[in-house]
């Protein structure tokens, strides 16, 4: 009996698959991200003393805009202009930066203090977006040439 003809013995590593295609998954996380944030600024406002920040109230915006509207187009769109793994993941980075800054500048606006931590946190989520569409933009032109 040969060894070479033998299926079994195959060592190589699994081929990996291409990421699934699931757009209303995605937006379905950034909705709840959404909600969390609107519960949060709630209970946050109720134990702020009477003191308002739009920051804190509106964060919730952030991932329902920034997440909500780009994966509603995807799921109209289609398969062919989906975003792959690293633009999706480098897209999550910069809006949860936009969100950690808005949520932060709300607790250092109701503490009463000033800060340049949530400009720290949006010039990152800038540059986290300017990465994602360069990484967007460069898969759709291989994808399509």
């Known amino acids: 009996m040969s060894t070479s003809d ?8 699994p081929v990996a698959e291409a990421p699934a295609y699931r757009p209303v998954g995605v937006l379905a996380g950034y909705i709840a991200a959404g909600l969390f944030l609107l519960v949060f600024g709630q209970i946050y406002d109720r134990l702020s003393h009477g003191v308002n920040c739009v920051y804190m109230t509106l964060a919730f915006l952030i991932p329902l805009v920034m997440g909500g509207l780009p994966f ?8 062919s202009v989906y975003p792959g793994k690293a633009a999706r993941s480098l897209y999550r980075w910069a809006c949860t930066c936009f969100s950690g800054a808005s949520v932060l500048a709300g607790v250092i606006v109701i503490y009463g ?5 949530p400009v720290w946190y949006a010039a ?5 977006l300017l990465a994602a569409g360069v990484v967007y933009i460069a898969g759709i032109w291989r994808r399509f040439s």
């Open 124 to 128: 990152a989520g800038g540059l986290l």
């Open 6 to 13: 033998d299926s079994s013995n195959d060592r190589r590593a």
């Open 113 to 117: 203090t000033d800060s340049l931590i």
């Open 72 to 79: 509603l187009f995807f799921i109209i769109a289609g398969k």
